[in-house]
C-alpha cells in the first residue's frame, strides 16, 4: 500500500523565484511533503540553504536531477551533453554530473537523475507540426526521423557509454545510484532498445532505469513503444519513477485527417505534459504494478499545477 508519504516531490513545481531554501522548504511541508527531488533549477544561495535546513525540516532528498547545482548561465549558456561528440563538452558534461553526485552525498540522496544527451539529426521533433495534415504524411516523416536517428547515432551513443563508464565509477565509490531517464524526443537517447544495450555493455550495479511517465506516454501516443514495454522490459533495473500525467487521449485525430493539431501543437510547446495524476491518459493502475518496496517515487509537475491538484494528483494515485 503507497501513501502519501512513500512520494517526493520535485523542487522544479516550486523552486523558480524563490530565494530562500527555508521557506520553500516549510512551504513545501505545509503541503505534507516530507521527501525531495533536487532538481536541475536549483543553484547558488537557494541550494546551499536548502542543503543546510533539509535535515533540520525533518525532510529527506531521495534524489536530485543532473544537472544540480544549475550553472551560472553566463559561463555555460546551454547545458552540455553527455552524448557530445566534441570532447571538450562531453568533458564538461561529466564534471557537472559527478558534481550533482556530490550534491547527492551532501543531501543524503541515494540517486542521480540523468539525461544522456541526443543524436544530431538535420530532421527533428519539433517539424512534426508541419506533417500533422494527415496520418500518411505523418508516419512517413517519423519513419524519415528514425532513418536518420539510425544512420547517425553511433558516434553520439559511443559517447554516451564512454560517459557513463566514468560517472558509474565515480558514483559507485560514493554509494550514489544512476537513473537513466526515458525521454520525450524522437532524437534523444535513448530510445527503447537502448536501454538494453546500455546495460549489456555497462556491467554496473548502481546503475538502473528511471521512468518517466508521461514521456513514456508521449511516445506511445505518437505511435512509439507502448508504456508497458518499458516497464516490463527493464523491470529488474527500475529504480524510481517521475509521476505526472499527459492531458488528453492517445494522440487524438484531427477529423480523421491525421494528428490533431491542435493537441500536437500543445505538445511540441510542453503543454500538456507533467500534469497532476488523474488529469490525464497515463493508466496508473497499470504503473503501480510495477512499484517495488524500495522505487523512489518522485511527483515531477510543472509550476503552473496548483497546491491543490498536485495534493488530489497524490491522493488519486495512492487510492487507484
Known amino acids: 500500500m503507497i501513501n502519501e508519504r512513500d512520494i517526493a516531490l520535485s523542487t522544479n513545481w516550486i523552486s523558480e523565484g524563490q530565494d530562500s531554501g527555508p ?12 521527501k ?16 543546510a535546513e533539509i535535515d533540520g525540516k525533518g525532510m529527506e532528498a531521495v534524489s536530485v536531477h543532473d544537472i544540480c547545482p544549475k550553472p551560472d548561465r553566463s559561463v555555460c549558456p546551454k547545458n552540455p551533453m553527455l552524448s557530445s561528440t566534441d570532447r571538450g563538452e562531453r568533458k564538461a558534461a561529466v564534471e557537472f554530473a559527478r558534481k550533482t553526485v556530490d550534491v547527492a552525498v551532501a ?8 539525461h544522456l544527451g541526443q543524436v544530431e539529426m538535420a530532421s527533428g521533433s519539433m517539424a512534426l ?3 500533422s495534415g494527415n496520418w500518411r504524411d505523418f508516419n512517413r516523416y517519423l519513419a524519415r526521423m ?74 506511445e501516443c505518437l505511435g512509439g513503444k507502448k508504456q508497458e514495454d518499458y516497464l516490463r522490459d527493464y523491470s529488474g533495473k527500475l529504480l524510481g519513477f517521475h509521476l505526472s500525467d499527459l492531458l488528453g487521449s492517445a494522440c487524438p485525430a484531427g477529423a480523421g485527417e491525421g494528428p490533431d493539431r491542435d493537441w500536437l501543437g500543445r505538445y511540441l510547446r510542453f503543454e500538456i505534459d507533467h500534469h ?41 494515485f495512492c487510492k487507484i
Open 146 to 219: 528514425h532513418e536518420e536517428r539510425n544512420r547517425n547515432r553511433t558516434p553520439y551513443f559511443r559517447a554516451v557509454l564512454e560517459s557513463l563508464r566514468e560517472l558509474s565509477d565515480y558514483a559507485g565509490s560514493r554509494n550514489v545510484s544512476l537513473g537513466l531517464e526515458n525521454r520525450y524526443w524522437i532524437e534523444e537517447i535513448p530510445i527503447h532498445g537502448e536501454f538494453g544495450e546500455i546495460f549489456g555493455k555497462i556491467d554496473a550495479s548502481n546503475m538502473g532505469y528511471w521512468h518517466d511517465t508521461t514521456h513514456a506516454q508521449a511516445v
Open 23 to 34: 521557506k520553500m522548504l516549510d512551504d513545501l511541508r505545509n503541503l505534507g511533503v516530507k
Open 276 to 316: 497532476a495524476p488523474g488529469t490525464g491518459c497515463v493508466d496508473f493502475a497499470m504503473i503501480k504494478k510495477y512499484v517495488k518496496d524500495q522505487t523512489i517515487l518522485v511527483f515531477e509537475l510543472y509550476k503552473s499545477v496548483t497546491p491543490e491538484k498536485m495534493a488530489a494528483g497524490r491522493d488519486y
Open 129 to 131: 507540426l508541419e506533417h
Open 36 to 51: 525531495l527531488e533536487l532538481s536541475y533549477k536549483l543553484g547558488g544561495k537557494l541550494l546551499d540553504e536548502t542543503l
Open 107 to 114: 543531501s543524503g540522496a541515494k540517486a542521480v537523475v540523468l
